[in-house]
């Protein structure tokens, strides 16, 4: 680019008229405004939502507290212990926290988890008004709905 060129573009401000015509673009482009508590977007398949453990066909926890997902958690947001119970083969879980505040979503819990027992759920109003309520207790894993809005808002809701 020569000199003058140079000089002329920078004079007539070539860069910001660009950057303008741009703005003024999406400005009178048709608006794309979804009206949430109405309708809600449907959501991605692979979207990430809270961390839910889910029941097998009898209703029995699909969780064998093998402590795979608290080993390779890189943040350590599970607390887990488990028992052996009589009518069972395998551990039952009797303490599963999980540390929401820590938690990054990166799924390697899922992914790891030998019966699928933790899942991501698509939930994603994630409204929180006390600090204690980002701790997942065992029995807190398994709400769903409107249940988990009322443990997380505490009765915000209403």
């Given at each position: 680019m020569t000199g003058l060129?140079?000089?002329l573009k920078k004079f007539f401000l070539v860069d910001i008229l660009r950057g303008l015509l741009i703005t003024l673009?999406?400005?009178?482009?048709?608006?794309?405004?979804?009206?949430y508590p109405e309708r809600v977007r449907e959501l991605p398949p692979r979207y990430?939502?809270?961390l839910r453990l889910h029941?097998?066909?009898?209703?029995?926890?699909?969780?064998?507290?093998?402590?795979a997902c608290q080993r390779i958690c890189p943040t350590h947001c599970f607390d887990i212990a488990g028992e052996r119970v009589p009518q069972r083969k395998t551990?039952?879980?009797?303490?599963?926290?999980?540390k929401l505040e820590r938690c990054t979503f990166c799924g390697l819990c899922v992914e790891i988890c030998p019966t699928s027992a933790?899942?991501?759920?698509?939930?994603?109003r994630m409204t929180l008004l006390e600090k204690d309520k980002v701790r997942f207790h065992y029995p807190d894993m398994y709400l769903e709905g409107e249940e988990l809005q009322k443990h997380l808002c505490g009765g915000c809701l209403e």
């Open positions: 060129a140079r000089f673009r999406y400005y009178f482009s048709p608006k794309v405004t979804i009206q990430k939502g809270l029941l097998d066909a009898k209703g029995e926890p699909l969780c064998i507290a093998c402590l551990l039952w879980p009797v303490r599963y926290d999980w933790i899942r991501f759920s698509p939930e994603f």
